[in-house]
C-alpha cells in the first residue's frame, strides 16, 4: 500500500502553500518548498521566526543550483533583510545557512551588521605584513650565486599532513641587450610566484644557506624543503613594479588558502 513520506502528509502540504518561502535555481521557481526540507519542517522553521523587529511578517527565499545555497528573510513590511550564504559557515559545527540566517534574524540584525562583524573578525585573523618572513633566494641555496628575489614560506596542518605555500619574488634585471644583463642591471619587474605543496616532509625550512656543493642525498631520502627546491618558484601569479606591491600581493592572496593568524603554523 502506498505510504506518505513522513512529514509530507497531505494537512503539512496544504498549509506549506500558505507560507511565504519561494526556493529559486537557475531555471526554476517553487513555491512553498526549502531545501531539503518537508513541509512539515518547513513549517517548523516558520513557527521559529519571529516577526520583525517593526513587526513586519518576514517572507523566506532561498536560491540554488550547482551546489551553492543561499537563504535570505526579508521583511515585508520594513525591507530589512537577512541573507546567509554556505560560506557564512565558520566551522563544520555550524549549521546550515537557513539556520544561520534564522539566527540572526531572530536576534534582529541587519546584514549591514553582519558584515561589520564579519570584517572585525577577519581583520583579527588574517596575517598581516609582519607575518610574512621574506628571505633571499640564492639559487641552490648558495649565496656565492647572488640574490635572485626573496622567498616567504607559510605552513598550516592539513589533517595529519602539513601544507606548505612557498611564495616566491623574482628580481627581473633590465636586459642591456637582449639576454644580456649585468648584476649591476637595475630591477625592472618584482615577479611573484607561488608554490604548494600538500605534504611537507622533513624540516619546516630550507637548510642554512651554504656555499659547499654537498654531495646531494638520494632522492627518496630528501626532504620536501631541499636545497635544489629553492630553485622551484611554481606558478607565476603576477609582475608588480615595486617590491611593496608584490609583497603585498602575496598578502592578500593567503586568505584563500585558509592561512590565517588561527591556522599559521612556525610562523618564524
Ligand atoms: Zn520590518
Redesign the pocket.
Known amino acids: 500500500m502506498f505510504k506518505t513520506t513522513p512529514g509530507h502528509e497531505k494537512e503539512y502540504r496544504k498549509k506549506v502553500k500558505e507560507l511565504d518561502v519561494t526556493y529559486y535555481t537557475p531555471f526554476h521557481k517553487i513555491k512553498g518548498y526549502m531545501n531539503g526540507k518537508s513541509p512539515k519542517e518547513i513549517i517548523d522553521y516558520f513557527e521559529r521566526l519571529n516577526e520583525?523587529?517593526?513587526?513586519?511578517e518576514p517572507k523566506v527565499m532561498q536560491i540554488g543550483g550547482m551546489g551553492e545555497l543561499d537563504t535570505h528573510i526579508i521583511?515585508k513590511?520594513?525591507?530589512?533583510g537577512i541573507c546567509q550564504s554556505i560560506y557564512d559557515r565558520e566551522s563544520g559545527d555550524d549549521p546550515g545557512c537557513e539556520e544561520l540566517a534564522l539566527r540572526k534574524w531572530n536576534e534582529g540584525m541587519t546584514q549591514e551588521e553582519i558584515r561589520r562583524i564579519k570584517e572585525e573578525k577577519w581583520e583579527k585573523k588574517r596575517l598581516h605584513e609582519e607575518d610574512l618572513i621574506w628571505k633571499p633566494v640564492h639559487p641552490n641555496n648558495m649565496p656565492c650565486n647572488g640574490t635572485e628575489g626573496l622567498y616567504c614560506l607559510l605552513f598550516r596542518k592539513d589533517e595529519d599532513k602539513i601544507y606548505c605555500c612557498k611564495w616566491t619574488i623574482q628580481y627581473q634585471l633590465k636586459e642591456i641587450e637582449p639576454m644580456g644583463v649585468s648584476t649591476h642591471s637595475p630591477v625592472e619587474a618584482y615577479i611573484l610566484h607561488m608554490k604548494r605543496y600538500f605534504d611537507v616532509k622533513g624540516p619546516l625550512k630550507y637548510p642554512k644557506p651554504n656555499n659547499h656543493c654537498e654531495i646531494g642525498l638520494a632522492r627518496e631520502d630528501r626532504p620536501t624543503l631541499h636545497n635544489d627546491d629553492i630553485n622551484d618558484y611554481g606558478h607565476f601569479i603576477r609582475a608588480y613594479k615595486t617590491l611593496e606591491e608584490a609583497k603585498e600581493g602575496a598578502l592578500a592572496r593567503c586568505g584563500w588558502q585558509r592561512l590565517n593568524r588561527e591556522t599559521v603554523i612556525n610562523r618564524r
Open positions: 520583525c523587529t517593526c513587526g513586519g521583511c513590511q520594513c525591507g530589512r
